[in-house]
């Protein structure tokens, strides 16, 4: 199986089926599998912040949420986390794409992602980051985590986890 | 009409509806004029508020009415598009058009210029857009609660704010007490 379909099994078997996503090369095969499956109901958003707004709807309408992002979207979000996410106390995993760490052939997304852990850490987000495909066991257990403590949390997954970035 | 005028126009035919509220004073002007657990207030985050609205609609049944303002329509942009592209017939977005930040000391938006919302929400693929006269919100909400079709109001109205207390209800109560009208 693949690692995309392990990923979206441990959603769905969460309960997860409003997942919104922005664009990212790593996650485009999760992203793909989580268009596929007839229990999620898929939301590309615009804009980081825009997405943690529909997912907070979605999640006081009756259904779990996540979203699939970047980490420059930590630099986006940290208003919609700290005032909406946290202050009114809701659940948010959320499947980040971890720029800029090893095997990186942009330069430039090496400058958000010295910031991404400190910035997570100020935040008091739970975090964890997935650097072998092993890592990913621990999914199921951390989307449990987050709807029991109705937290956003921070799954960090870098390019030695997805296997490098190929040609690019 | 200022703001607090429309809301109290149309606060009997809202208020057994599910409402989501913008940030700042027009969430403190409905918790003034007409509290009730079917309203989410947001304390914060400018522009959400048509966001959350549609997830919340898209979740579940019942009908949502979003209450945003021009501003912070113009914050969050990119809203308009995915209204448009994930259309849900249990939601109207309400959006007071006053050409002002209100909460911030009436500094002139966009919006009260060059740039007409009803015009973008159309370009953005949105097919039932109503712009109205202050005076004509309250027919208008009722005319798109009735429809059952996705509406979006832009109701043009004048610069201005009712002073009112500020809300100190507690976020995680107000959630709570919404969730709990929400499943009711």
Redesign the interface.
């Known amino acids: 199986m693949s690692i995309h379909s392990k990923i979206v099994d441990d959603l769905v078997a969460n309960d997860i089926s409003?997942v919104t996503t922005v664009p990212c090369k790593q996650l485009a095969g999760v992203i793909d599998e989580v268009e596929a499956r007839p229990e999620i109901?898929h939301?590309?958003?615009?804009?980081e912040?825009?997405?943690?707004?529909?997912?907070?709807?979605?999640?006081?309408?009756?259904?779990r949420?996540a979203i699939i992002m970047q980490n420059t979207a930590i630099g986006v979000t940290i208003?919609?986390l700290?005032?909406?996410i946290q202050?009114?106390?809701?659940p948010l995993p959320m499947l980040i794409s971890y720029r800029g760490e090893l095997r990186e052939p942009v330069a430039c997304q090496v400058e958000m992602a010295v910031h991404t852990k400190a910035l997570l850490a100020q935040l008091n987000i739970p975090t964890y980051h997935f650097h072998k495909e092993s890592d990913a066991d621990e999914l199921d257990t951390i989307l449990k985590y987050t709807f029991m403590c109705n937290k956003p949390v921070a799954i960090l997954t870098d390019a030695s986890f997805w296997g490098g970035y190929g040609d690019q | 009409m200022i703001r607090s005028e429309i809301l109290k126009e149309i606060a009997p035919v809202i208020r057994d509806q599910l409402v989501?509220c913008n940030i700042g004073i027009p969430s403190q002007e409905l918790h003034a004029i007409d509290d009730q657990p079917t309203n989410?207030y947001?304390?914060?985050?400018m522009?959400?508020?048509?966001?959350?609205?549609?997830?919340?609609?898209?979740?579940?049944d019942k009908k949502v009415i979003a209450i945003d303002g021009d501003g912070s329509v113009l914050t969050?942009f990119?809203?308009l598009?995915?209204i448009a592209n994930?259309v849900a017939d249990n939601f109207i977005l309400l959006i007071v058009d006053n050409g002002s930040y209100g909460s911030t000391g009436d500094q002139p938006t966009y919006a009260g210029q060059k740039t007409s919302l009803a015009a973008v929400a159309s370009a953005c693929g949105c097919e039932n857009v109503v712009e109205c006269r202050a005076e004509d919100t309250k027919q208008a909400i009722e005319d798109a609660l009735a429809g059952n079709k996705m509406t979006i109001i832009v109701a043009k109205c004048e610069s201005g704010n009712a002073k009112m207390p500020v809300i100190t209800m507690d976020?995680?109560v107000?959630?709570d007490r919404?969730?709990k009208a929400?499943?009711a």
């Open positions: 409003f109901f939301i590309p958003s615009n804009k912040d825009e997405g943690m707004g529909l997912c907070a709807g979605a999640w006081m309408g009756g259904k949420p208003n919609t700290a005032t909406l202050y009114y106390r809701m | 989501v989410f947001m304390l914060g985050t522009g959400l508020a048509s966001s959350i609205g549609l997830g919340l609609a898209l979740a579940q969050n990119g809203t598009p995915t994930n976020p995680v107000i959630r919404f969730m929400v499943q």
